[in-house]
């Protein structure tokens, strides 16, 4: 395992070196969040574009590494942030577990489940922590909600839909023509942006066990979905329904609804936009009640400027950084991560599922054949 420097800037826990891999849009994100936080800093990056990690490099006061292994090989590096396109993340993450860096590695973990299953048995093999950004689990209105299901608030779950309606323009996938791409970027709109709110739905919902969906390929030159929308029935027996897209203009904000026997929670960029209890209302009439909506009771968390609807750039670094100081935590602590390599797993299962299940225009059930 990597050394440490003694002492973060609180003078307590040890100070985690950052080596950023893949220095695009997102890999300047997590440069950041090394600087922002106190017990870490930003150490080095590499890019197969060695022009991209010397500007990474110049911008964040970092040093620019010209290959994997020489990044891998700095003892001052002890966790490494893996930004490489979708279909790039086991083969880095790997190489890196088995350098004995611990793991922060972008959404989706990987687009296969083989390749999935790899990158968890090397970290587990070489006892580092990882974690795979799924940074919506930290909005505040989803830490609420998730407090409340806890509790039981919700009663008996019933229904549970997630809808990540952005838009991206023909010059987004142009820029990297892997994000429209089945090779490198597994799929489109569902495995790129839909799964922040997938993720959320198994979060709160739990498993899924089976899916039929359809895809289509509505407004883009690419060869990979940019609408997609699934019906699932989840294994608890409640029902719902996945929709992502990149192409709905201007792009809306991602939104999770989970309704229970006890009540509803709307979620709407990381805030409570609707929070209805049965247990909390007088008599109820047989049509039900009326909602109320934005800023009504419950409503908390961030505001609106976090979304990345219709610019990914412009997704604030607060829950990156909440996701990264929970690792970080995790590995002073020697205990699991919030987000698990089992979790990032889990949520590819289920895109993958959504696929399998719009190829064959048939029902598809899981857990899948690995
Ligand atoms: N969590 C979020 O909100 C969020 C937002 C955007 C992107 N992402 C994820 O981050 C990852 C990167 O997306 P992006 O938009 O930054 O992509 P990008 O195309 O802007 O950047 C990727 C970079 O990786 C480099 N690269 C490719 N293969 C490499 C390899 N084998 N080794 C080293 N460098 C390599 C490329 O040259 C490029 O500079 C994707 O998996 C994407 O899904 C997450």
């Given at each position: 395992m990597s050394s440490l420097t003694r002492g973060g800037a609180d003078g307590r826990g040890p100070l985690h070196g950052f080596g950023v891999v893949g220095c695009g849009v997102i890999g300047a994100r997590h440069a950041q969040v090394a600087k922002t936080l106190p017990n870490a800093h930003f150490v080095a990056a590499t890019d197969i574009a060695a022009e991209r990690a010397k500007q990474l490099a110049t911008d964040y006061g970092g040093e620019a590494e010209p290959d994997l292994d020489s990044l891998l090989a700095r003892?001052?590096?002890?966790v490494v942030a893996v930004c490489t396109p979708n279909g790039a993340h086991s083969e880095v993450g790997v190489r890196a577990a088995r350098a004995g860096k611990h793991l922060v590695v972008e959404?989706?973990?990987?687009?296969t489940l083989a390749a999935a299953d790899r990158l968890i048995d090397a970290a587990q093999v070489a006892g580092v922590k990882m974690t795979v950004i799924?940074?919506?689990?930290?909005?505040a209105g989803l830490v609420e909600l998730h407090r409340m299901l806890d509790a039981g608030q919700?009663?008996?779950?019933?229904m549970g839909d997630s809808r990540v309606k952005w838009y991206r323009t023909d010059a987004y996938f142009g820029a990297a023509p892997w994000r429209g791409s089945?090779?490198?970027?597994?799929?489109?709109a569902l495995i790129s942006q839909g799964i922040h709110y997938a993720d959320l739905l198994l979060w709160c919902?739990?498993?899924?066990?089976e899916v039929m969906a359809t895809c289509a390929t509505a407004?883009?030159?690419?060869?990979?979905?940019d609408v997609e929308v699934a019906v699932l029935r989840f294994a608890s027996g409640a029902i719902g329904s996945l929709e992502s897209a990149t192409?709905?203009?201007p792009g809306f904000r991602e939104r999770l609804e989970v309704s229970g026997t006890g009540g509803t929670v709307v979620v709407e960029d990381g805030r409570i936009v609707v929070r209805e209890l049965l247990a909390e209302h007088g008599e109820v009439g047989p049509y039900g009640s009326r909602v109320t909506e934005a800023?009504?009771?419950?409503a908390s968390g961030a505001?609106?400027?976090?979304?990345?609807?219709?610019?990914?750039?412009?997704?604030?670094n607060d829950a990156h950084a909440a996701q990264v100081a929970d690792l970080l935590a995790a590995i002073d602590e020697d205990r699991e991560p919030a987000v698990t390599g089992a979790d990032g797993r889990s949520v590819l299962e289920l895109v993958l599922a959504v696929y399998e299940s719009a190829r064959r225009n048939a029902p598809v059930t899981l857990p899948l054949r690995s």
């Open positions: 003892e001052d590096v002890d959404k989706p973990i990987d687009i799924s940074q919506h689990r930290f909005d919700l009663g008996r779950l019933v089945w090779a490198l970027g597994g799929g489109g919902m739990g498993p899924v066990a407004a883009h030159d690419i060869e990979v979905e192409a709905v203009f800023g009504g009771a419950g505001s609106g400027a976090s979304s990345g609807a219709a610019d990914p750039a412009a997704i604030t």
